[in-house]
């Protein structure tokens, strides 16, 4: 009988949705960040997928000062692979969101595979009070939100991070990006094997049904035979069982803050190692073995840590 493989877990720190206001545990100093991570990794993430914000107010950010505060301390504590996002913010042009990949060369970054109406707005309900100033109007004006990821975006991105020798989270929000990607492979943008993200829950994108996972999980085997690793997200309340699932399947998963505030359903999380070590418990009791930081490199084919500018 063969082996079943092991299962990559993916922590997404902080991200670019959730602000200051929605949780306490939410992490925007170097500081929280290098600590969580640091936590998470410690609690079974082989990938920390990373985005950075403004310590003095959450804001997000795309400075590599803001990066270079906390990337050194996270590899000085652990030997976690680090995935750096180039999706980072939802306004900026791709010149500007690949600035930190192109400055320390990270083994993985993420690559968002297609536009999209990207929107979180109705969270805006939830709160009276906000922390800071900015909050409430960058949460209610998403609704306008289009998050521009065009071909000649995704052709840039890849063209000038093709020195460093990063292998991409290919981000697909629905079917039509799993097309994109394709025609991206065949015209050379990208080589395989591939790393794809499945990600449900997003206010624009596929729903997060089992159905959707199988679907998109169908639609890749087409489009790509064995020439690829998946992974699934799943926002808000859908994150542990989608996780769950994506791994009785045979896949990988990420959970993380940038993706669901809560532990359980009405309870949020205290942590990103809280997340990390409820999904990691629940895998191994279904069965499956967590992969090493080493396994995941191995897995994915990355270049090694020791290849990185930070």
């Not at 052709?155 to 991409?168: G, V």
């Not at 624009?204 to 159905?211: A, L, Q, R, S, T």
Request: with cysteine.
């Amino acid at each position: 009988m063969a082996r079943k493989p092991k299962t990559i877990i993916s922590c997404a720190i902080t991200g670019a949705i959730h602000t200051p206001t929605m949780s306490d545990a939410l992490p925007y100093t170097a500081d929280d960040i290098a600590s969580q991570s640091i936590a998470a990794a410690e609690a079974g993430a082989s990938i920390l997928h990373l985005h950075a914000r403004r310590p003095e107010d959450g804001g997000v950010s795309v400075d590599p000062d803001h990066f270079a505060a906390f990337l050194p301390r996270i590899k000085q504590a652990t030997d976690a692979v680090v995935n750096i996002s180039t999706g980072g913010s939802l306004h900026l042009p791709i010149s500007e969101r690949i600035k930190p990949a192109l400055t320390f060369s990270p083994e993985m970054c993420s690559m968002n595979m297609g536009s999209m109406n990207f929107s979180f707005h109705p969270l805006a309900k939830r709160y009276d009070d906000w922390k800071f100033d900015w909050e409430k109007d960058y949460v209610e004006s998403s609704e306008g939100n289009i998050f521009r990821n065009t071909f000649a975006d995704i052709r840039e991105a890849a063209t000038s991070l093709a020195p460093h020798d990063i292998k991409f989270e290919h981000e697909c929000y629905d079917v039509g990006h799993l097309y994109n990607l394709k025609f991206c492979m065949d015209i050379g943008l990208f080589k395989a094997p591939i790393f794809i993200q499945f990600i449900f829950g997003i206010l624009g994108g596929i729903g997060p049904e089992v159905d959707n996972l199988i679907f998109m999980k169908r639609t890749a085997d087409r489009l790509f035979g064995d020439d690829y690793r998946w992974s699934v997200l799943g926002a808000g309340g859908a994150q542990m069982g989608l996780a769950s699932t994506a791994a009785q399947m045979g896949g990988n998963l990420r959970v993380g803050l940038e993706d669901s505030l809560l532990i359980r359903r009405g309870q949020l999380a205290e942590s990103n190692a809280q997340q990390v070590a409820k999904i990691r418990r629940i895998v191994e009791d279904l069965g499956s073995e967590i992969a090493t930081p080493d396994e995941a490199r191995d897995i994915l084919g990355l270049k090694g840590g020791d290849k990185v500018s930070f």
